[in-house]
């Protein structure tokens, strides 16, 4: 057995900075959804083994906030605790490509779209403090994302691999619709 707060305090030590080991147990893994013909088992928060959001959207609603005089969060990528963040234009009605992709081919790797990421409160939660510092930001996500046409507040889509392989950092991204 394990000693949690022995090895939390090591850890801690040694990146220098508080942080806890968190773990799903066996009851927590689930199977991603069956829509795309295959079974994957997930443990974690989302589900999904990648999910991907562009620089792009995540810059579209911080000009939306902006146009409301609200602030752009801190840590906003990690807020919405993203695998991949990649660069790509947004189509001509403002919805993010890899929101509507089918595929995204980035290097040898192949990802298949599964579905929206809906969010939650957690995003008004400071990933580095773990304090709430933006009370009202997944109201203010939905109302942007009724705007978009969407119902639910979501920013990025979750990806299921279709064919590993290896991604670079700058990678280009191509996108089958």
């Given at each position: 057995m394990i000693d949690h707060e022995a090895t939390t305090n090591a850890l801690s030590e040694y990146i220098g900075t508080p942080c806890a080991l968190v773990r799903v147990p066996a009851r927590g893994r689930r199977k991603s959804s069956k829509t795309l013909g295959r079974d994957i088992v997930t443990q974690g928060d989302d589900g999904y083994p990648v999910t991907v959001v562009s620089i792009e959207a995540l810059d579209a609603f911080n000009d939306?906030?902006?146009?409301?005089g609200q602030h752009y969060p801190d840590y906003c990528v990690e807020r919405f605790r993203?695998?991949?963040?990649?660069q790509a234009d947004m189509k001509e009605d403002g919805i993010p490509f890899e929101n509507v992709a089918r595929q995204i081919h980035i290097g040898d790797a192949i990802l298949e779209r599964a579905k929206l990421c809906t969010r939650c409160s957690m995003i008004e939660v400071n990933p580095r403090t773990g304090e709430v510092d933006y009370p009202?930001?997944?109201?203010?996500l939905r109302e942007y994302c009724r705007g978009l046409g969407y119902e639910d507040p979501v920013m990025s889509s979750n990806y299921l691999v279709r064919s590993p392989g290896t991604i670079m950092i700058q990678e280009k991204c191509i996108f089958d619709m």
């Open positions: 939306w906030l902006r146009e409301r993203q695998d991949s963040v990649i009202g930001l997944s109201k203010l």
